[in-house]
Nanobody, 119 residues
Framework: QVQLVESGGGLVQTGGSLRLSCTAS????????MGWFRQAPGKEREFVSSIRWSRGSTNYADSVKGRFTISREIRTYTIYLQMNMLKPEDTAVYYCAAHRTGATEYDAWGQGTQVTVSS
């Protein structure tokens, strides 16, 4: 059984920064990729960013390109999302997700962490 535990959310003013962390645990955990999604009130969950575990290649939603940076720490199965120049429209619950090896899609999810950007 895999567990994804996020941390780092909070309240910040427009233009501020936050860093989210997510650590995966589980004896047999192996990932093809890990990523971040978000869901704002009244909206569907949307993709934010992902990182291929072996290559380290990254992908971003257009809305966060140039402001957010995803990175990974291989030894601890941790990913980070550095969020800079935050905007009120970034307010959402942010979820960490893992596309485990052998799966066809993201199949493990964290509990979510709230990010609120005040104007």
């Amino acid at each position: 059984q895999v567990q994804l535990v996020e941390s780092g959310g909070g309240l910040v003013q427009t233009g501020g920064s936050l860093r989210l962390s997510c650590t995966a645990s589980g004896r047999t955990f192996s990932a093809y990729a890990m990523g971040w999604f978000r869901q704002a009130p009244g909206k569907e969950r949307e993709f934010v960013s992902s990182i291929r575990w072996s290559r380290g290649s990254t992908n971003y939603a257009d809305s966060v390109k140039g402001r957010f940076t995803i990175s990974r720490e291989i030894r601890t199965y941790t990913i980070y999302l550095q969020m800079n120049m935050l905007k009120p429209e970034d307010t959402a619950v942010y979820y960490c997700a893992a596309h485990r090896t052998g799966a066809t899609e993201y199949d493990a999810w964290g509990q979510g962490t709230q990010v609120t950007v005040s104007s």
